[in-house]
């Protein structure tokens, strides 16, 4: 293939976090030239600085059922693909219901119903597991599937495939700017000053699309989605030594959950605030001091004053739809064609992958999305490497 050719087939990836990697790779595995455009070091952004729940969908069985049944697909494609990402020393997470009124039965039958296996968590297990938790406030306990996942190496083990698949992945470059003729965009604007063309630019920028092209990118996405980008931020607490080595899911506390990182467990609430912009990561006390409290209730021995590692927030922009955003729905997974909005935008689709969790999912949304597009059919195996 000449240069040329190669450069205008290109396809540019803005971002290399979880989203912008993971359809990298599928697009590569079709024999298509890509390269993978990221301002800072792979996984700067939501995907590094998150909780690292892999979700088995329990918690959202009820509320979500689709959601919950593509998040255990996703698990067992991840724990397939990558499982050093996986923190040792645990197999499940503990689902700890405390609230006498709570309906068990109204979870387990979900969890049924979306095909996610749990078990009764044994008293002598919880304990072992979590030596310091306050047995009192527990009423029953069940064992999911959820895992404490390190999100950093499974960048590094996507990143790797990338490259093993011919991608081009450019860190510490900056996209100022998507170049556009028309309604097409043909290209992007680095901050260095340099053009890139390419025949498809994908935004994975954790909403980036926003500040790059903002007259393109109104509040409300729709035509095809009814959806707003919305910019969701929430808080996370670290503390050291860990509690014990059992993620555990508090599902009638708001979802307030546990996720060990030896030697520290962070702590979150599952409380997501709504804010005006995607980089708004300053600390809310409030949101702080209603993790605290929940830690000691549950874990009455740790010391907010002697063991707090770290105190932070993260936000993410996601694509939600009117009605989820409410307290306790997560965002779906969405993958936009920029020419079936209005403005319509000829050569642009963008990704917002709601959670980690679901980088498998939404990468194959995405490169189903590429294929029709660009009507191209690879001759060659297109089985994703976490499905082989
Ligand atoms: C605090 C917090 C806790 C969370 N907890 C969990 C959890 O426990 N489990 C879970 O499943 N999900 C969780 N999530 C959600 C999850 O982290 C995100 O949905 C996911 O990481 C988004 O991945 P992404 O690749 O789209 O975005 P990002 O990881 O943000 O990647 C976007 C990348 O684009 C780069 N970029 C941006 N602008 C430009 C530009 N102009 N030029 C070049 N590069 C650019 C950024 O540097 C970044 O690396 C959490 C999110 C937050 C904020």
């Not at 954790?206 to 409300?220: I, K, N, V, Y």
């Not at 403005?343 to 949304?365: C, F, K, M, Q």
């Amino acid at each position: 293939m000449s240069q040329l050719d190669h450069t205008s087939k290109r396809i540019i990836i803005i971002g290399g976090g979880i989203a912008g990697l993971s359809i990298a790779v599928r697009l590569s595995q079709a024999g298509l030239p890509v390269t993978v455009l990221e301002t800072s070091t792979l996984g700067f952004g939501a995907s590094t600085r998150n909780q690292g729940w892999l979700h088995s969908g329990a918690w959202f069985a009820i509320s979500q059922p689709e959601l919950a049944k593509k998040c255990y697909q996703s698990l067992l494609k991840t724990l397939k693909y990558c499982p050093d990402c996986i923190e040792p020393h645990h197999t499940g997470t503990a689902y700890l219901i405390t609230q006498p009124e709570t309906l068990v039965t109204e979870w387990t039958s979900a969890w049924n119903e979306c095909g996610i296996p749990f078990e009764i968590l044994e008293h002598d297990d919880l304990k072992k597991a979590l030596p310091g938790i306050a047995e009192q406030e527990i009423q029953h306990a069940f064992l999911l599937s959820d895992r404490s996942i390190r999100v950093d190496l499974l960048i590094q083990q996507l990143a790797a495939t990338a490259e093993n698949g011919g991608v081009e992945i450019r860190t510490e470059t900056h996209v100022d700017k998507l170049l556009r003729k028309d309604d097409n965009i043909t290209g992007v604007l680095l901050s260095s000053g340099e053009e890139l063309t390419a025949q498809l630019v994908i935004l994975a920028g954790g909403g980036a699309g926003m500040r790059l092209d903002p007259d393109s990118f109104p509040e409300r996405i729709g035509e095809q989605h009814e959806s707003k980008l919305v910019p969701l931020k929430t808080h996370l607490v670290a503390v050291s030594p860990d509690v014990g080595h059992l993620p555990l899911c508090l599902v009638d506390e708001g979802g307030f959950c546990h996720m060990p990182h030896a030697p520290q467990s962070v702590f979150g609430s599952n409380h997501w605030l709504t804010v005006a912009s995607g980089v708004d990561n300053e600390l809310v006390p409030q949101e702080i001091d209603q993790i605290w409290k929940n830690i000691n209730r549950f874990f009455p021995s740790v010391d907010r004053e002697k063991e707090t590692v770290r105190e932070w927030a993260g936000t993410t922009i996601q694509a939600m739809q009117a009605h989820q955003i409410e307290p306790g729905k997560a965002p779906l997974p969405t993958v936009i064609d920029h020419c079936q909005e209005s403005p319509v935008i000829n050569h642009l689709v963008s990704i917002y992958p709601g959670r980690a969790t679901l980088w498998a999912d939404v990468a194959e949304t995405a490169f189903q999305t590429v294929m029709e597009k660009l009507e191209y059919h690879p001759r060659t195996c297109t089985c994703p490497p976490w499905e082989g």
